[in-house]
């Protein structure tokens, strides 16, 4: 019997690769960047399967060239590069990899949070600039931690094991804006849900761990950093359009807010002018809170078994859409 005809987007940890290999017939996109438009135009009319990335965009007009199409593996746990509800009428099941990235992405946040308050970019670039003369009484202070407020903007899993790790490490006093109660968050860490206002003006911290959708697109705007305080760190780790980056540049160079660690941006990369790129109190990693061995492995295998379950006609291990088994794709 014939494998079924698949296309991944990008090379993924062999954990789940050899997976998708020996279960199908397998076309693996193998440039460091992900393919053009172009590529998946002709891909898709061919495919049962895709395995894609956050880089692929698979909106309703992609979609529907794909006829064979049966099932959507998207190698991350956000699924706004996909129109959901496209796939979901045309009875394509969209699996996503959740869960297995809280610790890796929540240490990358508190990375990003300590990293900003104790100019760590600054004091690098001092040295690697041959700068660095003597020990300096007033040279490169920065913000405590202990003790101070941490704002969590979504706690969902993420949100609520970063909030863990601070107040439990830092004996830091957590607020949190979220549509949904977290009782837990509350009873074990004695956090309080605010509004939005308000945990922008009581937060030393805040960190963004909401998804992206209408509601939170644009959300860290120049008004929202108006609002915060002057020492004040914003860190983002969830995706790049919830901050407007020109106005959080601005914020930054006027010293509205005090620092900002970012592992996403808008757009993904930065075009080399962007003016972020010149502040010493913007720290920016490159997509990177999910990369350790583990949790890229456990992706990849996640990946990997909603792929071949949306072949198989089984239920997806993580189902992103599971309405649409009521008109599912044979």
Not at 48 to 53: D, P, R, W
Request: glycine share 8%.
């Amino acid at each position: 019997m014939a494998k079924a005809k698949v296309f991944v987007t990008r090379i993924i940890p062999e954990a789940g690769l050899a997976k998708v290999r020996q279960g199908c017939d397998a076309e693996i996109w193998p440039d460091p960047l992900p393919p053009p438009r172009e590529i998946l135009v002709r891909r898709l009319p061919e495919c049962e399967g895709i395995l894609a990335t956050l880089n692929d965009r698979l909106d309703a007009e992609l979609l529907a060239t794909g006829s064979k199409l049966r099932v959507i593996s998207n190698f991350a746990v956000g699924f706004n590069n996909i129109d959901i509800e496209a796939a979901t009428r045309m009875g394509i099941p969209v699996g996503n990899t959740p869960e297995v990235l809280t610790d890796a992405t929540a240490d990358m946040a508190f990375c990003l949070m300590i990293a900003a308050a104790r100019r760590v970019r600054e004091g690098h670039e001092t040295i690697a600039a041959r700068k660095w003369k003597t020990w300096e009484p007033m040279g490169h202070i920065g913000q405590d931690l202990c003790g101070r407020t941490l704002g969590v903007v979504g706690m969902g899993r993420i949100g609520a094991a970063l909030a863990s790790r601070c107040h439990g490490g830092w004996g830091m006093r957590v607020i949190y804006h979220d549509i949904h109660r977290n009782e837990a968050a509350e009873r074990d860490l004695g956090a309080r849900q605010v509004d939005f206002n308000t945990l922008l003006a009581e937060s030393d911290f805040v960190s963004v761990h909401t998804v992206l959708n209408e509601q939170s697109r644009g959300l860290f705007n120049a008004s929202a950093f108006k609002k915060m305080k002057p020492t004040a760190v914003f860190v983002n780790t969830a995706r790049g359009p919830i901050h407007v980056q020109r106005d959080l540049a601005e914020a930054l160079r006027t010293g509205e807010i005090f620092a900002a660690g970012l592992d996403v941006t808008d757009p993904e990369p930065l075009v080399p002018d962007d003016p972020i790129f010149a502040l010493p109190n913007a720290v920016i990693t490159p997509h990177i809170a999910s990369a350790t061995t583990s949790s890229r492995n456990a992706m990849a295998e996640i990946a990997a078994d909603n792929l071949l379950a949306g072949l198989s006609g089984e239920p997806l291990r993580c189902y992103v859409n599971p309405k649409a088994e009521a008109n599912r794709r044979r």
